[in-house]
């Protein structure tokens, strides 16, 4: 990703959580219709990378509508066999997915994050991967 796509990503980001913290919708909105903004003008381009619409299914309130950018940014990451972006975007999609009482489209996703955690370096994400998937196992009684 070209390094002016990345700082105008957490730059937004940034803005978000600010906003966020102070409970300003109007700069929430601003910066939030910036980045969804940047990611339209990206989309299908040479600087189209999966962490803008991580970042931008992150702030969606809208569950469905997040679920849809964390898959457009799974296409990017398969694409690019990107092993981070495809165990962070399954993972976050297994999240909306149990969040939903969709257990077994979960369970997909969580499969696919666990396999592709295994040849990243991320211990935390790792670690959260498998947490969620010890969770989502059948408890015996």
């Not at 990345?6 to 939030?32: N, R, S």
């Not at 040849?119 to 670690?127: G, H, P, S, V, Y």
């Amino acid at each position: 990703m070209a390094n002016a796509t990345y700082d105008d990503v957490e730059k937004f980001a940034a803005l978000m959580l600010e906003a966020d913290e102070t409970e300003d919708q109007t700069l929430f909105e601003e910066a939030y219709n910036g980045l969804r903004n940047l990611c339209e003008a990206n989309q299908g381009t040479m600087v189209d990378h999966p962490i803008q619409w991580e970042v931008l299914a992150d702030f969606t309130l809208d569950i469905p509508k997040a679920m849809q950018f964390y898959q457009q940014g799974l296409v990017i990451a398969k694409r690019q066999t990107n092993k981070e972006y495809l165990a962070s975007l399954n993972f976050a999609l297994a999240e909306q997915y149990f969040e939903l009482e969709q257990q077994s489209d979960a369970l997909t996703c969580l499969k696919e994050a666990r396999k592709a955690a295994k040849k990243i370096k991320n211990q935390e994400l790792r670690e959260n991967i498998e947490h969620l998937w010890q969770e989502s196992q059948p408890r015996e009684v």
